[in-house]
Each structure stands twice: as structure tokens, then as C-alpha cells.
Nanobody, 123 residues
Framework: QVHLVESGGRLVQAGGSLKLSCAAS????????MAWFRQVAGKEREFVAA????????FYKEAVKGRFTISRDNPNKTMYLQMNSLKLEDTAVYYC????????????????WGQGTQVTVSS
């Protein structure tokens, strides 16, 4: 079992930056592929970015490439999402997710989820 807690979401102006964190506990963090998803009310949750167990490989949704950076700190069991040049359409609840390593980053099924943190981008 992996317990995930997101933090860092808040109201930010368009063009601004924000860094989300995801703190993990439970099973060894370094054994898990990690990802960020987001969801707008009334819409399906969508994939944003994923990172391999070592942090050496990453994969992004096309719409956030060049603006968002996913990273992880295995000794401190924390994952991050640095979001720059934020747009109105980035407004959503952001969730972190985890699964045991073994599948490619393009595989979107995850086993463990946090409760989410709200990011609101204003004009």
C-alpha cells in the first residue's frame, strides 16, 4: 500500500509558476513509477506527466511539454511538478499517482492515488 498526499495548489495568475509536491509513505518509494494527472469538474481525469523509478525517464502530455517538469527525490519520498507559463486551461485538481515499476511510462493505469490539490489559474 502507498499513501500519497499532494500539496502546493493555489490560485495563480496566467503566466505564473507553481510547484506541486506529492509526499509518499508506505511501500518503498523507489520501486514505484509516479505520475501526475489532473481533472476538471465534469470531465475525465487526464494524464499530465510520468517519471520512472530512478527519475531518468519522463513522459509528458503534449500540451504541457516545455512548461511542466516532473521530478522526484527518492530519499525523501517526494515527487514534484514544476509548472511554468501557466495557462487558464491548466486549471484543475491535480492528483499524484503511483504503481509498482514494470510497465512503460505510456501506460496510464495506476494503483494508488492521492486526494488532489486544486490549481486555479486566473487571467
Amino acid at each position: 500500500q502507498v499513501h500519497l498526499v499532494e500539496s502546493g495548489g493555489r490560485l495563480v495568475q496566467a503566466g505564473g509558476s507553481l510547484k506541486l509536491s506529492c509526499a509518499a509513505s508506505g511501500q518503498p518509494f523507489s520501486y514505484h513509477t509516479m505520475a501526475w494527472f489532473r481533472q476538471v469538474a465534469g470531465k475525465e481525469r487526464e494524464f499530465v506527466a510520468a517519471i520512472s523509478t530512478s527519475g531518468g525517464n519522463t513522459f509528458y502530455k503534449e500540451a504541457v511539454k516545455g512548461r511542466f517538469t516532473i521530478s522526484r527525490d527518492n530519499p525523501n519520498k517526494t515527487m514534484y511538478l514544476q509548472m511554468n507559463s501557466l495557462k487558464l486551461e491548466d486549471t484543475a485538481v491535480y492528483y499524484c499517482a503511483a504503481r509498482v515499476m514494470g510497465r512503460p511510462l505510456t501506460y496510464y493505469e495506476y494503483d494508488y492515488w492521492g486526494q488532489g490539490t486544486q490549481v486555479t489559474v486566473s487571467s
